[in-house]
């Protein structure tokens, strides 16, 4: 071999050995680097899990949110008992509570039929327990014109009820069954129907097409709602989207307090089934129709105190009276709230003739034109709303009298 292969030899051994030296130079320095960053991300770890122990680290969502999975769970574990949430917590608390105070109401009714067999008619419907002493409230609608009523508790315990009272103008009806079978926990407490507002949750309890101790839920959908049924007319009823069925009726409507707020009693249907427009009546009339039944075995209602007529156009012309609408005041009863506030009759009798009759009129008596500033054109609705007010209360009535407008402030009495 020549000098200059060996010399070349040599140069090309060096050049792969010094390469084959950086490679496992570099080898090992990037081995004990990956250590050593895996090292001291390990003390990161460990300083910052010690810094935030028993706190919690945010976790970033694509969204740009942020949770804080302990605090979920936290909340979860608060919210959620039993599997339950919040919402369904509260009915399943109101429905413990007060289930117990709801009762299945049974009537029978005896007709003759078409070949004078007499033939039982039976009826079913709700009530609930408002007294240690075996009060029970349910709808006139459900025991009118029963000859036999039987309640049965929740316990399956069942009684003959006597019936206290009723009224048809606000369809409530008082029952009442022996005060030793009463627990004082069933006794359901009342709440106070003035302060609902519209939203509120709302829980209906009853025996729909007989099915004992049934629960529904929704919320109060509006309040103060004019309600006419074939039988009667009803003021200032509560509205609610909670299923209300045949069998509900006279049973209670409760608030997330497990307060009775409403009397469940008619429904809104096409079909004769709950299609979310049922009606209440508020607790606080009930309870001032309850208690007269309880005490007096009817309602004592004010009255008006006075004889009148409504006006029309074409009476306000021929008497030459001053408005064309109005209730003009015939007589005044002696001793009545509208002698004492100063309301006047008439004096001065016109008579009045067409094809059929005669009429006569005390054309000069007050006119009733409005009661507490709401406009009043017929003597019958004056009347309804006169009747359902307390016995007490103050009212204003805005009056016509010689041409001028005054109003005079009455008590209302019975």
Same mark, same amino acid.
């Given at each position: 071999?020549?000098?200059?292969?060996?010399?070349?030899?040599?140069?090309?051994?060096?050049?792969?050995?010094?390469?084959?030296?950086?490679?496992?130079?570099?080898?090992?320095?990037?081995?004990?680097?990956?250590?050593?960053?895996?090292?001291?991300?390990?003390?990161?770890?460990?300083?910052?899990?010690?810094?935030?122990?028993?706190?919690?680290?945010?976790?970033?969502?694509?969204?740009?949110? =942020?949770?804080?999975?302990?605090?979920?769970?936290?909340?979860?574990?608060?919210?959620?008992?039993?599997?339950?949430?919040?919402?369904?917590? %509260?009915?399943?608390?109101?429905?413990?509570?007060?289930?117990?105070?709801?009762?299945?109401?049974?009537?029978?009714?005896?007709?003759?039929?078409?070949?004078?067999?007499? !033939?039982?008619?039976?009826?079913?419907?709700?009530?609930?327990?408002?007294?240690?002493?075996?009060?029970?409230?349910?709808?006139?609608?459900?025991?009118?014109?029963?000859?036999?009523?039987? %309640?049965?508790?929740?316990?399956?315990?069942?009684?003959?009820?006597?019936?206290?009272?009723?009224?048809?103008?606000?369809?409530?009806?008082?029952?009442?069954?022996?005060?030793?079978?009463?627990?004082?926990?069933?006794?359901?407490?009342?709440?106070?129907?003035?302060?609902?507002?519209?939203?509120?949750?709302?829980?209906?309890?009853?025996?729909?097409?007989?099915?004992?101790?049934?629960?529904?839920?929704? !919320?109060?959908?509006?309040?103060?709602?004019?309600?006419?049924?074939?039988?009667?007319?009803?003021? $200032?009823?509560?509205? =609610?989207?909670?299923?209300?069925?045949?069998?509900?009726?006279?049973?209670?409507?409760?608030?997330?307090?497990?307060?009775?707020?409403?009397?469940?009693?008619?429904?809104?249907?096409?079909?004769?089934?709950?299609?979310?427009?049922?009606?209440?009546?508020?607790? $606080?009339?009930?309870?001032?129709?309850? $208690?007269?039944?309880?005490?007096?075995?009817?309602?004592?209602?004010?009255?008006?105190?006075?004889?009148?007529?409504?006006?029309?156009?074409?009476?306000?012309?021929?008497?030459?009276?001053?408005?064309?609408?109005?209730?003009? !005041?015939?007589?005044?009863?002696?001793?009545?709230?509208?002698?004492?506030?100063?309301?006047?009759?008439?004096?001065?009798?016109?008579?009045?003739?067409?094809?059929?009759?005669?009429?006569?009129?005390?054309?000069?008596?007050?006119?009733?034109?409005?009661? $507490?500033?709401?406009?009043?054109?017929?003597?019958?609705?004056?009347?309804?709303?006169?009747?359902?007010?307390?016995?007490?209360?103050?009212?204003?009535? =805005?009056?016509?009298?010689?041409?001028?407008?005054?109003?005079?402030?009455?008590?209302?009495?019975?």
């Amino acid at each position: 071999m020549s000098r200059i292969s060996v010399t070349a030899t040599v140069i090309i051994s060096a050049i792969i050995g010094a390469a084959v030296g950086c490679a496992i130079s570099f080898f090992i320095f990037q081995n004990n680097l990956d250590k050593e960053i895996k090292t001291q991300l390990a003390n990161v770890t460990n300083q910052e899990a010690t810094q935030n122990q028993g706190q919690s680290i945010p976790v970033s969502y694509d969204n740009g949110s =942020t949770i804080d999975p302990t605090k979920a769970a936290d909340n979860s574990q608060d919210t959620l008992v039993n599997g339950l949430d919040p919402t369904e917590q %509260v009915v399943t608390q109101v429905y413990s509570a007060l289930s117990p105070s709801v009762v299945h109401v049974s009537t029978t009714q005896y007709y003759r039929n078409f070949f004078f067999q007499i !033939v039982p008619q039976e009826g079913t419907g709700s009530g609930f327990i408002i007294s240690e002493e075996g009060y029970i409230l349910t709808n006139n609608h459900v025991v009118q014109g029963a000859q036999e009523i039987t %309640v049965r508790l929740s316990s399956g315990d069942e009684f003959t009820a006597e019936l206290v009272g009723t009224d048809q103008m606000t369809d409530i009806a008082v029952l009442k069954i022996p005060k030793e079978d009463i627990d004082p926990s069933w006794v359901a407490p009342l709440g106070n129907s003035d302060a609902l507002i519209v939203g509120q949750r709302a829980i209906a309890i009853g025996n729909p097409f007989g099915l004992d101790s049934t629960v529904t839920a929704g !919320v109060i959908s509006a309040l103060n709602r004019p309600v006419s049924t074939q039988d009667t007319s009803y003021e $200032n009823m509560i509205q =609610t989207d909670a299923s209300i069925n045949p069998g509900n009726s006279g049973g209670p409507l409760i608030n997330s307090s497990g307060e009775v707020i409403g009397i469940n009693t008619v429904i809104f249907s096409q079909s004769g089934g709950s299609q979310g427009i049922n009606f209440a009546i508020p607790v $606080n009339a009930a309870k001032r129709v309850s $208690n007269d039944l309880i005490e007096f075995g009817r309602v004592k209602r004010p009255s008006l105190g006075f004889a009148g007529f409504t006006i029309r156009p074409n009476l306000a012309q021929a008497l030459e009276l001053p408005v064309k609408y109005g209730v003009l !005041v015939q007589d005044i009863e002696n001793g009545s709230a509208a002698e004492q506030a100063g309301l006047q009759g008439g004096t001065e009798r016109v008579v009045l003739q067409d094809q059929f009759r005669q009429y006569s009129f005390y054309r000069d008596g007050d006119i009733i034109i409005a009661l $507490n500033g709401e406009k009043i054109d017929d003597l019958t609705v004056l009347s309804g709303k006169i009747v359902r007010m307390p016995i007490g209360t103050a009212v204003t009535l =805005t009056i016509m009298r010689g041409g001028e407008q005054m109003d005079i402030q009455m008590t209302l009495a019975e």
